[in-house]
């Protein structure tokens, strides 16, 4: 590494999520009053390389479908998973729709963080057991970067998944209350677990290039932008290339630095 730029073999990219980061949203990943947004740290302080190194594996892993680095980079306590609300009220929600299984609805509020866009996207996914709620958050998707991730769609396109659109604000609006709340047991029977699920993750894209943009907060957590000149596999295709942009939030966890999957700007 060479100030915050590096340059990586060809890599394949699993673009999933919190949702993350959402999300990854995002999958930023995604809480506190707002006695405690997560605003730049006022004191100069270094920015630990290692939040940057957890950032770095982290899109490795992503790239290659390596579930088990995923998950040792993935906090475990709910505070650290989700992390301060990065809203500083509740965002107002509207264009709720949903295709199969899958969900999205739009959001626009201030954010505590000013470097996040104040308008984005909320991924939810439907789960068919009885033993979780009908819809779950995927990610949360912050706007104004080319997502790698969202996948998004613009309507309903029948009338079974237009009678799934209430049910889709009304998750969202739950889980949002829950994040301003600090409410950690909601928010975890309402979050997707995408990583833990028993299908293989495949990669789909090259990583040709990465840039890292750090910037330390004043909770304590490190915000990673990241430009990426990406590529598909699919033959031919890989010979075009794309910029994607999007941010990672990195928090340290018993010594070890964690990246935050369900916050995230990918």
């Not at 590494?1 to 990586?8: D, I």
């Not at 906090?75 to 650290?80: D, H, V, Y």
């Not at 949002?176 to 979050?191: C, K, N, V």
Request: charged residues 25%.
């Amino acid at each position: 590494m060479k100030g915050y730029h590096m340059r990586l073999s060809p890599l394949l990219i699993r673009c999933t999520m919190i949702f993350m980061l959402t999300l990854l949203l995002e999958p930023a990943g995604f809480m506190g009053g707002n006695a405690r947004a997560a605003a730049p740290a006022r004191a100069e302080r270094a920015v630990d390389p290692g939040a940057m190194e957890a950032v770095d594996e982290y899109l490795y892993a992503l790239a290659r479908g390596d579930k088990e680095t995923l998950k040792r980079l993935t906090p475990q306590r709910p505070e650290n998973f989700y992390g301060p609300c990065l809203f500083k009220k509740m965002p107002t929600l509207s264009a709720a729709r949903a295709k199969g299984h899958r969900g999205l609805i739009d959001f626009e509020g201030e954010p505590t963080d000013a470097e996040l866009p104040a308008q984005g996207t909320i991924a939810l996914t439907m789960r068919d057991s009885r033993q979780f709620d009908r819809w779950q958050v995927r990610g949360i998707f912050w706007k104004g970067a080319s997502s790698l991730s969202l996948n998004p769609f613009n309507y309903s396109p029948t009338e079974q998944d237009r009678i799934q659109e209430v049910q889709v604000q009304a998750c969202a609006e739950k889980y949002l209350r829950a994040w301003l709340e600090e409410d950690w047991e909601t928010m975890s029977h309402m979050t997707y677990d995408w990583l833990n699920r028993k299908k293989p993750m495949k990669g789909s894209f090259y990583i040709r290039s990465l840039d890292l943009k750090p910037a330390l907060l004043s909770d304590g957590s490190v915000r990673v932008e990241f430009r990426a000149r990406i590529s598909l596999r699919l033959p031919l295709l890989s010979l075009i290339r794309r910029t994607a942009r999007g941010t990672l939030f990195a928090v340290e966890e018993e010594g070890q630095w964690k990246v935050r999957q369900m916050t995230a700007a990918l």
